[in-house]
């Protein structure tokens, strides 16, 4: 396992019932993993909003990783097979945006195989940091700014300003 | 006689048995038409399709469900109804669907922008006098002395036109006129084009169009299948997605919200883009979206009204998806 000193943002949605319960087994187990994954626990890879995926890339996710039940093992039945058709088909919307589509991957991974969650954080872990950090597109200007620009334009007066000006009439 | 002619007859024909037929006619000037809504006899007179017929008629069908509604389609109108009736969001047996050959739609912004080059930008569009369309040219008369200008009808055609597969209904009760044969093949070249630059420029690119963006959701506004009206989430605040904030961030989001919900719904009818006040090529992230479920599943929306659109199916075993190895 390679232990990065620079750990980046990945989001890894996982589904209560196969890949969470897998991811722990793998720490009951004690196989080591590269520490840079952040767990968000839903109930099914069908509840997995693709959206979800995409919100997490634009607003400063380095990677996002799925995983789910195995094809025809999933606990609803057949979650995961609607899963796969959304995430395969919102992989096709990242290289448009200009995000490298592997910075996205998913996988199944069953409650018993702590060793396959092992591998597979380790190794996307490994692909994420062989693309390094992600590009992103610039912070949304907050209030501050947005006063602070008000105010260079004199469009605007606060409390503040009228004390430091010596007091209004 | 004339296409116009036979099609306002066979509106006048199904007017009796609809509460309206929804068209196209008179507009703001001889550039642009506006959807036309005629319930009684006399409104027909307006009625004319033709190249500047832009709008998509099946916009207004989700809001009018429950009414008796007649419909005039372009090729490209009759693909997002085949969509919403696939998806059960409209009723075939309220609809009457009147199809036309259509020979393919002006792009207004070509127009003014080919204008604005002949004239060294001395002629505004708002200037134009008359227009005239034939197969080869548009004839425009401008300015004050109404000066003539002849245009390539090739060089100011909508882009989606020129890569048209369905110039005739796919689906209608009623087809006016002689279906025009095609040899047209959408293979993506815009797509592929747009490919050409690296992952940096294009997220380069879009955070430089993004800018623009007013987010006055004119895109959505015009697309037929934006169906949630009210309670689209970029407007929710519980749960929110999309911040008030006015950065590029959430301006793309927007778009990515919009891509993402009509992934193999979008028929590529180019509303979106043609709305946008601003001119940001947002059909291409639809488009690369049903590029990809074409590949998928070997589905291209609206074309038959019996399917079911592959996001609310799936197969056991995919026959285009591979599993990863993890190794």
């Known amino acids: ?169 | 006689m004339s296409i116009n002619q036979q099609l306002r007859e066979a509106i006048v024909r199904v007017l009796p048995e609809v509460d309206m037929v929804i068209g196209w006619g008179p507009g703001e000037d001889s550039l642009h038409q506006s959807p036309l809504f005629m319930k009684k006899p006399e409104d027909v007179d307006g009625f004319e399709a033709g190249s500047l017929s832009v709008h998509n008629t099946a916009l207004y069908l989700p809001d009018l469900k429950g009414k008796k509604i007649g419909v005039v389609v372009k090729g490209c109108d009759s693909r997002s109804v085949g969509q919403l009736l696939a998806e059960k969001l409209i009723k075939r047996d309220e609809l009457t669907i009147i199809g036309f050959p259509c020979r393919g739609v002006i792009d207004q912004d070509k127009v003014a922008k080919a204008l604005a080059d002949l004239t060294n930008g001395s002629i505004e569009p708002g200037e134009v006098r008359t227009a005239d369309f034939t197969d080869e040219e548009v004839v425009v008369t401008a300015g004050f002395e109404g000066k003539e200008f002849r245009l390539a009808r090739a060089d100011v055609l909508a882009d989606k036109c020129g890569r048209c597969e369905y110039p005739n209904a796919v689906i209608s009760d009623i087809f006016v006129g002689e279906k025009i044969k095609t040899e047209a093949k959408d293979e993506y070249a815009d797509l592929a084009a747009f490919e050409a630059m690296s992952l940096e420029e294009r997220m380069a690119f879009w955070e430089k169009e993004m800018e623009r963006c007013t987010r006055c959701y004119a895109c959505r506004n015009a697309c037929p299948l934006c169906v949630c009206r009210n309670h689209c989430i970029a407007d929710s605040r519980d749960p929110q997605w999309l911040g008030q904030a006015n950065g590029v961030r959430e301006k793309l989001f927007f778009q990515i919200i919009h891509a993402s919900h009509l992934a193999g719904r979008c028929t590529g009818c180019g509303e979106c883009e043609r709305a946008c006040p601003v001119g940001i090529p947002v059909l291409l992230l639809k488009r690369c979206l049903s590029r990809g479920v074409e590949h998928l599943f070997f589905y291209k929306a609206g074309l038959d009204p019996e399917a079911t659109p592959p996001l609310m199916t799936f197969e056991v075993e995919e026959r285009r998806i591979k599993e990863r190895e993890w190794k």
Not at chain 1, 83 to 92: F, G, Q, S, V, Y
Request: hydrophobic content about 35%.
């Open chain 1, 1 to 169: 396992m390679a232990v990065f000193s620079n750990e980046l943002r990945i989001v890894a949605f996982l589904c209560n019932w196969c890949s969470y319960g897998g991811a722990d087994t793998a720490g009951v187990g004690r196989f080591a993993q590269s520490t840079d994954l952040r767990i968000v626990r839903v109930p099914c890879s069908g509840r997995i909003n693709p959206l979800f995926i995409m919100k997490a890339l634009t607003y400063g996710a380095d990677g996002v990783l799925v995983s789910g039940c195995h094809p025809r093992d999933c606990h609803y039945a057949e979650g995961n097979f609607y899963a796969r058709r959304r995430l395969e088909t919102i992989k096709h919307l990242l290289p448009t945006l200009g995000i490298d589509p592997g910075r996205f991957e998913y996988t199944w991974v069953s409650a018993s195989e702590g060793q396959q969650w092992q591998k597979v954080v380790n190794t996307f872990t490994g692909q994420i940091h062989a693309l390094g950090p992600a590009p992103r597109l610039p912070e949304s200007p907050g209030f501050e700014n947005l006063l602070a620009e008000c105010k260079a334009q004199g469009a605007v007066k606060t409390a503040d300003d009228t004390e430091q000006t010596g007091g209004g009439a």
